[in-house]
């Protein structure tokens, strides 16, 4: 199983949003609701940030959402703030019954 | 409270076995639908799932890894144990041991990591 798809990076300015794509195949992302986000801060364990495609988990803040549409998914942050920069990973579940995680995506708030 | 920590030797020689010990709290290994995944991530680069064993002892192994890998869990204990055969300095990484939830799909408390160095 290959590693899903993200931008190696992405950048956006305080207040604005941005989006981070995650592609796979109709064997992972495409085939089923089990797409998640980890959010990782330098040093830090990975956090979830979303689960089945566009759930949060409690505590989660609303300026984080989730979508899918075909074999890609994507997480969008609204409202930019300075907290956000992190590396940020997209995990699926796949037909082999295992998950597999994408390549991460550096998000640098300007 | 959820919590989970890895434990195990932080420098290994090319070619020995590696164990590392997860030791969790908050949950139950017993409880339908749970599982223990140990994740890693080498410096710099990105997070590589490893394996995942279930309350029901069903286990999952990386394909590209299977053969090198070995999942256990003690209930009693409250710990999870995983081997990696054969060492090589590309496997070098900081290893996790997180929470899964089979009804989502996801990994939703991790430990804290450690980094295991494999060097001669």
């Known amino acids: 199983q290959s590693a899903l798809t993200q931008p190696a990076s992405v950048s956006g300015s305080p207040g604005q949003s941005i989006t981070i794509s995650c592609t796979g195949t109709s064997s992972d992302v495409g085939g089923y609701n089990y797409v998640s986000w980890y959010q990782q801060h330098p040093g830090k364990a990975p956090k979830l940030m979303i689960y089945d495609v566009s759930n949060r988990p409690s505590g989660v803040s609303n300026r984080f959402s989730g979508s899918k549409s075909g074999n890609t998914a994507s997480l969008t942050i609204s409202g930019l703030q300075a907290e956000d920069e992190a590396d940020y990973y997209c995990?699926?579940?796949?037909?082999?019954?295992?998950?597999?995680f994408g390549g991460g995506t550096k998000l640098t708030v300007l | 409270q959820i919590t989970l920590k890895e434990s195990g030797p932080t420098l290994v020689k090319p070619t020995q076995t590696l164990t590392l010990t997860c030791t969790f709290s908050g949950f139950s290994l017993s409880t339908s639908g749970v599982g223990v995944g140990w994740i890693r991530q080498p410096p710099g680069k990105a997070l590589e799932w490893l394996a995942l064993i279930y309350w029901d002892d069903d286990k999952r192994y990386s394909p590209s890894l299977k053969s090198r890998l070995t999942i256990t869990k003690d209930t009693s204990k409250n710990q999870v144990v995983l081997t990696m055969t054969n060492m090589d300095p590309v496997d070098t990484a900081t290893y996790y041991c997180?929470?899964?939830?089979?009804?989502?799909?996801?990994?939703?408390?991790w430990g804290q990591g450690t980094l295991v160095t494999v060097s001669s």
């Open positions: 995990s699926s579940y796949t037909s082999s019954t295992t998950p597999v």
């Open positions: 997180a929470l899964h939830h089979l009804l989502n799909y996801n990994f939703d408390s």
